[in-house]
């Protein structure tokens, strides 16, 4: 079964530096689907950020610990499995 988005976030989330922010992306499909995402169009290593950045071990979403102006950007989520990816809709991500 092809993959599905089944929760994401909100189009737009501004954030405090001193508040964790979540961007929740939760899927579905058979297999199971694998979440990768973008900033900015280009692919997005969330444990290349010095561990301020997380994905959840059971769906896409991501934690932000210490959210950093170099967070600001557009965001999206892809749920990817053998028959094809589901992409959440883009996310703005920018400093209060």
Known sequence: MPPTITSEPDPEV????RVNIELICQGKGSPAPVFTWT???RFYEPSAQNNRVAMAS???TLIFTQAQTIDQG???CN???Q???AV???VRVRLA
Do not use: E, H, L, V
């Not at 501004?14 to 530096?17: L, T, V």
């Open 58 to 60: 059971d769906s896409g």
């Open 39 to 41: 900033k900015d169009g």
């Open 14 to 17: 501004i954030f405090d530096p």
């Open 88 to 90: 959440s809709r883009k």
């Open 74 to 76: 557009w965001y999206q």
């Open 79 to 81: 749920a990817t499995n």
């Open 83 to 85: 028959y094809g990816t």
